[in-house]
């Protein structure tokens, strides 16, 4: 198929999905939040989190704090920049916390190799989990083939055991290219699907979170990330179809209050 025509093919259901998405809403037979998860303990709560340190400058007395808080709380993963792989994955040796490394971040615009290269280190180094950023500048140009083989050769890089979450960048995008996103993620074989890295000034939104949970179904996963600061956001983040939340204040989240993160 040419490649204006996948274009034009991937348009047509994007737009048969919202309006079939703004019916469901209007209907009231939308996915119904769990009540169960309005009284989430901070145990259970911690498991949801991806506890993460990405911003430039960064210590190694503040990774080691990370790391340290993470096994105290039993954070889902520790969420780092891939040079620092090597030091989280020798703190987390041993532990049930995972070690999450972002690649091509925060922009998500160099070469293809370049990011499948960082994928492979990454892993070498001991990374259970990598958060890669889309091209957005190819889908906001019409450009889904690059899109979509620049998510394969990350998961071709990618283990069998490696989780792969594919972060759409929301704020930078419109809702028909959001759609768009979160499909190509699911046709290249992601298992997840990340509204944000935090670095765009807009973070993660309950809408947006709805809206990528109806797209992408139940069988992949869904990571809101960027602004999340408190139990209550996270909390709302998982009511709209979240399972998993990307925090730096994920200390101040489980423990009921508010706190500037490190993102």
Known sequence: MEENELIEKITKEVLSKL????LTKESGT?????SSSASLSATELAGYIDHTLL???ATENQ??????EALNYKFMSVCVNSSWV???AKKLRGSSVKVCSVVGFPLGEM??????????NAIANGAHEIDMVINTSALKSGNLKLVEEDIRAIKRACRSTTILKVIIETSLLTDEEKVIACELSKKAGADFVKTST????????????????????????VKASGGI???????????????????GGSVAIVSGSTAKGNY
């Open 19 to 22: 309006e079939k998405m703004n």
């Open 30 to 34: 939308g996915t119904k939040q769990s």
């Open 55 to 57: 911003k430039p400058g």
């Open 63 to 68: 990774f080691e704090q990370l790391c340290q």
């Open 86 to 88: 090597p030091y989280v």
């Open 111 to 120: 070469d293809t190799r370049s990011k499948a290269f960082e994928t492979r």
């Open 198 to 221: 935090g670095f765009t000034g807009a973070g993660a939104t309950v809408e947006d979170v709805a809206l990528m949970r109806r797209v992408v179904g139940p069988k992949l996963g």
């Open 229 to 247: 600061r408190d139990y209550k956001t996270a909390v709302a983040m998982i009511h709209a179809g979240a399972n998993r939340i990307g925090a």
